[in-house]
């Protein structure tokens, strides 16, 4: 028996969710399934984003103030760390999808930490598993279009410059990195990240909230302080992973994209 199971009660007994409920959602509307709480942060988060975007470079002035000030830090910051490492003079062309990425993935993540809405999107592996597919298509798409179908794939498993009997190791390990592993790390590492951290949070207010509130007593007081003390700390450690899992995702999608236009990367 975990110490989840032993510490944490039935959600049942006092309202707080149980691990298993903490995932498994009910639709919001009756009878329509695929419509739960995820989808909704979903939805929301792309027109928060949109909203954003919208108001700050709608009608942007010489001078940024406000939120134009604002969000033109998030872009130089993504266009500075992200874009321009890995893409050089096409970084510009391809800094709406980033940003779009990195906005949507930190809002994703941030949502798990909003009081009411406490539940990170992308720690549904669908989500990130759709994103994370969209850039692969994309890697693929690019590279067969600059580097030609029998280029790309050539670049890929076979790079110049090494011995021909190195190739028999290394063809197969190229190919399963970039075409399988790669995609499948892209999405489970947002994922897991998550996942993780939102069950941590969750475990420890239920703690906190149980033995101060439920089941006080001067044992268990001090348990109760502790999940609390606890909630509030990996809140803010949770807020740095989810900042810094949005920017390892955008970087690699950069990288996948700069790997596709330039054969040389």
């Known amino acids: ?67 134009q000030n604002v969000v033109e830090y998030g872009y130089m910051f993504v266009r500075d760390q992200v874009a321009r490492p890995f893409l050089g003079k096409d970084a510009d062309q391809w800094m709406g999808l980033l940003v779009s990425i990195f906005f949507v993935v930190l809002l994703w993540n941030f949502m798990g930490v909003i009081p ?48 021909k009997f190195i190739y028999v190791l290394l063809a197969p390990i190229e190919f399963l990195s970039n075409l399988i592993i790669a995609p499948f790390t892209h999405a489970v590492r947002l994922f897991a990240n998550m996942f993780a951290g939102h069950m941590l949070l969750a475990f420890f207010s239920m703690v906190g909230f149980w033995f101060l509130f439920e089941k006080l007593t001067p044992l268990g007081a001090p348990v109760g302080v502790i999940g609390v003390v606890m909630t509030i700390i990996l809140t803010g450690f949770e807020m740095f992973i989810q900042f810094l899992q949005a920017f390892l995702f955008a970087m690699l999608a950069a990288m996948y994209i700069g790997n596709s236009l330039h054969a040389e990367h």
């Open 116 to 163: 009411v809405l406490q539940f990170p999107v992308a720690s549904h592996i669908a989500f990130p598993a759709v994103l994370a597919l969209i850039i692969y298509i994309l890697k693929i798409y690019l590279g067969m279009k600059h580097q030609g179908a029998v280029g790309y794939f050539k670049n890929m498993m076979f790079p110049p410059g090494l011995p």
């Open 1 to 67: 028996m975990s110490a989840l199971t032993v510490l944490a009660p039935p959600g049942d007994q006092f309202g707080a969710p149980t691990p298993e409920e903490l995932f498994d959602l009910p639709p919001i509307i009756a009878g329509v399934d695929w419509f739960t709480k995820p989808v909704l942060l979903a939805i929301l988060t792309s027109l928060v984003v949109i909203g954003l975007c919208w108001g700050a470079f709608g009608n942007p002035k010489i001078v940024p103030r406000g939120l």
